[in-house]
DNA sequence: ATGAAAGCGCTAACAG
DNA sequence: CTGTTAGCGCTTTCAT
């Protein structure tokens, strides 16, 4: 069995408060006494048991973080980052994953009750208003990344804003007729995402054909946000809207690439026929060339961390929303400029015809 | 505060036993008083506290992982499965990542001395023998993932089994100058998966030109297993090599991705000029049409979890070392029949130059 | 500065 | 069947 502090105390010939001391270095004790009770502790191996100090220190310095397991690139990052930021300090990492939406209650209820850790990260998961309130009852520090809510911290992306940005460098290389392939509404990233776009093409006075332009729709239960989905919708998209878009704003990067193979299919040539922009830059955006909306993501994951832990430690109250913009990368899936001018002519055959 | 085992048994007008009984639903108690206790419990919101449970039980019900952070498809896979598997059970999963390979050693460390768990997954990182028997000192059941370790539990991908049916497949479709990228020789999977290809040539009578068709360095302290690295590959066996081999086996899909941005680069053509074959079968793998072996990433997380969780329990001892076996996914990088045929033609005459 | 003792919240052995 | 008590290993008063 491993050395405990009574063994230490035992050795030294002191109490075992005396040990406590060395060992947390406390200022009460005298230098000598200290080095030799480290000596000791030393010798024997002496490892204080973390759950023995989280029981009588009421600190379990582990914080938990609950995820939905979509083996979604975004969420590695994330957690990378967040992993990451939590080395630098004492706290360890405890994973909740959420695979079905329908646990996602169950499991928040469950680092609610176990008390496991000090502070909770809700990644890109809504919180029903009850829990919010059960957080903050049970004085339990919250960070909400990439969702928001009105009573807890939060650090997501300008969904939006991004979505605008992403529309407006389209309508500025001069398209007109421009769709959007989106995630399950449900998502609260593909609303704002929506909106944004909505809101870019309106803005330019034109018309946000919502019909037969925009595809939203994704397997029920799941975001949308994979290849798989990306693919159908292209399809769908190519079945019902004559003539095509001459371009395309998608949610997501790994909707794109379904989007681009479906494309590649039906013959639909990128950029030449088709501008795509996507959301997210991913690894694989740069290797496809894709021109896309970079998200933040290791920043978001280190505000959030750097937050739940001044929450944690007393310090700094009040709302905490922040929103992170991301940034226009071009790549080639707009064409150049002179590609562009080429196309801008063929799209006004398009729109003749 | 939340209620403890304590309010519970005063409000029953029970003992904090008969309390702690009806919860655990032992067989001892009488079923009017259990049901009388839990519908407190119930009325009070108690929930027993993990952590003074586990003190008390000698049992945390928590199993560690350690995994390197590279934000790889493979760690992403493997801890998505991981995950689920423990999700069927009692037991939460606490990460630790390493991030720099010089603190794998602390990390484990920590591992062990803080019982924070009842057992450990390690994952693609080497253990030094001293460790292992600090494991087993400890009476810390361990098994490892995609490395092998004399005196661990081990579940692994058949590494070089998989590189020599890689190798075969190129050689089987008439080949016979093939060069390797491999990652840094430092990794375990890599250097089986060269001893496979370098096998198979050898069976098949080719010689094996390691000095200049074979590339296993990258970056000191990285694996390699990256797009960039297999990209500055690609240029550098481009560099070296006159001609080029005809195919080429790449140690792992991510790295391929990089290959084929420099063989685009220097208009070198799949499969026309340049057969590849990778090795994970990662997500875009499909996407980019690669021929590939595929991992069976989730069996493995799935088979570990199992085998740890029934030496955590006691039952099933002795020595497991399980390897599974990789898939040949045929795509189009190595091209058709036809276009073998008509390479080989070509391949001929550039070797006759 | 240091030792003794009282928890932290729970389990488990021991009497009844 | 149930109450009591002694831990689990550590921190933290409270005296001294």
């Known amino acids: 069995m491993a050395a405990t502090i009574y063994d230490v105390a035992k050795k030294a010939g002191v109490g075992i408060g005396t040990v406590s001391r060395a060992i947390n270095?406390?200022?009460h004790i005298n230098v000598g006494t200290k080095a030799r009770i480290l000596a000791i502790a030393n010798e024997l191996h002496y490892q204080p048991h973390a759950l023995a100090q989280s029981l009588a220190r009421k600190k379990t310095n582990t914080i938990a973080s609950v995820v939905p397991f979509f083996t979604n690139y975004?969420?590695?990052e994330l957690l990378k980052s967040v992993q990451r930021a939590l080395s630098r300090s004492h706290y360890d990492l405890i994973l909740f994953s959420v695979d079905r939406m329908n646990r996602r209650d169950r499991t928040i209820d469950r680092v609610l009750s176990e008390r496991r850790c000090d502070g909770v990260l809700i990644i890109s998961l809504g919180v029903m208003d009850g829990y919010a309130e059960k957080f903050i009852a049970a004085g339990l520090p919250v960070v909400l990344i990439d969702h928001m809510h009105q009573a807890l911290d939060s650090v997501a992306i300008a969904n939006r804003e991004g979505a605008f940005a992403a529309a407006s460098h389209l309508i500025g290389l001069g398209h007109r007729r421009i769709g959007m392939i989106n995630g399950h509404l449900s998502s609260y990233p593909a609303k704002l995402r929506l909106e944004g776009f909505r809101l870019a093409l309106e803005m330019h006075g034109l018309d946000f054909d919502d019909r037969d332009l925009v595809i939203c729709d994704a397997k029920a239960g799941e975001h949308g946000f994979n290849e798989a989905a990306g693919y159908a919708a292209m399809q769908r998209l190519i079945?019902?809207?004559?003539?095509?878009p001459g371009a395309l704003f998608v949610a997501s990067d790994v909707q794109c690439l379904g989007v681009m193979r479906a494309a590649k299919e039906a013959g639909v040539r990128i950029?030449?026929?088709l501008a795509l922009v996507g959301f997210d830059d991913i690894e694989f955006a740069k290797f496809v060339g894709l021109t896309t909306m970079r998200q933040p993501i290791a920043a978001m994951g280190r505000m959030a961390v750097t937050r739940l832990l001044k929450r944690i430690e007393g310090r700094e109250?009040?709302?905490?929303?922040?929103?992170?913009?991301?940034?226009?990368?071009?790549r080639e899936s707009c064409g150049s400029r002179q590609a562009f001018h080429v196309r801008t002519e063929s799209d006004t055959v398009s729109q003749q015809v």
């Open 25 to 27: 270095n406390s200022p």
């Open 74 to 76: 975004f969420y590695v």
């Open 317 to 330: 109250n009040g709302d905490f929303h922040r929103e992170l913009e991301a940034e226009l990368i071009v």
């Open 271 to 273: 950029p030449q026929d």
């Open 239 to 244: 079945a019902q809207s004559h003539p095509l």
